[in-house]
């Protein structure tokens, strides 16, 4: 029997579904969980020879909020916001349907196809290969404007490029700040 090339394409790929273990199948079919990521990047001394950078990010899933941090020594803000979505990223364990929220306009509208990126290639390059299993909502959220979450991430943003390195402590009372905040109650601000 002669198939069309089209046919030909797709049958390689129809044996390898009937041919995976249980879990294989499992892991392809199974609904992705829905996570909130706040993120936030701070620049002490932005543009001047001792600046210290940091980022944050708080990530929740159904009400329960975990935050991770990176010291980034001398960076700009712009380079420590990028960072701040990258790192929420890479703390994901398996693929997702991500709804993160910055307050950098940069960060958004670059990630949403709105703005094209002139610097900062190689920190575009770890935000690109930390968002690319997971699809990802991205929204601005107004700096400095007293919400919950944003807040607790700038504050340990802050703090740790402060301090000069990520402390348990600090990441600790950002979730502490948050407290059971379910990010399903969030009303979209764009």
């Given at each position: 029997?002669?198939?069309?090339?089209?046919?030909?394409?797709?049958?390689?790929?129809?044996?390898?579904?009937?041919?995976?273990?249980?879990?294989?199948?499992?892991?392809?079919?199974k609904p992705?969980?829905?996570?909130?990521?706040?993120?936030?990047?701070?620049?002490?001394?932005?543009?001047?020879?001792?600046?210290?950078?940091?980022?944050?990010?708080?990530?929740?899933?159904?009400?329960?909020?975990?935050?991770?941090?990176?010291?980034?020594?001398h960076?700009?803000?712009?380079?420590?916001?990028?960072?701040?979505?990258?790192?929420?990223?890479?703390?994901?364990?398996?693929?997702?349907?991500v709804?993160?929220?910055?307050?950098?306009?940069?960060?958004?509208?670059?990630?949403s196809?709105?703005?094209?990126?002139?610097?900062?290639?190689?920190?575009?390059?770890?935000?690109?290969?930390?968002?690319?299993?997971?699809?990802?909502?991205?929204?601005?959220?107004?700096?400095?404007?007293?919400?919950?979450?944003?807040?607790?991430?700038?504050?340990?943003?802050?703090?740790?490029?402060?301090?000069?390195?990520?402390?348990?402590?600090?990441?600790?009372?950002?979730?502490?700040?948050?407290?059971?905040?379910?990010?399903?109650?969030l009303?979209?601000?764009?």
């Open positions: 029997m002669r198939h069309s090339s089209d046919e030909r394409r797709i049958l390689p790929i129809a044996l390898r579904v009937e041919t995976m273990i249980p879990k294989e199948k499992e892991k392809m079919t992705r969980k829905l996570v909130t990521i706040f993120c936030d990047g701070s620049s002490l001394g932005n543009g001047q020879a001792a600046t210290r950078a940091a980022a944050v990010a708080l990530l929740g899933f159904q009400g329960v909020w975990r935050a991770v941090g990176e010291f980034l020594g960076a700009t803000n712009q380079q420590a916001e990028i960072v701040a979505a990258a790192l929420g990223l890479e703390s994901l364990k398996e693929p997702c349907r709804h993160l929220f910055s307050d950098s306009r940069y960060v958004v509208e670059t990630m196809g709105r703005f094209r990126r002139k610097t900062n290639h190689e920190w575009w390059q770890r935000l690109d290969h930390a968002s690319g299993r997971h699809e990802v909502k991205w929204e601005w959220l107004r700096g400095h404007d007293g919400h919950l979450v944003q807040e607790a991430a700038d504050r340990a943003a802050r703090k740790i490029a402060a301090s000069g390195h990520a402390e348990d402590e600090i990441l600790r009372d950002a979730v502490d700040r948050v407290g059971s905040f379910d990010p399903a109650e009303v979209s601000t764009g």
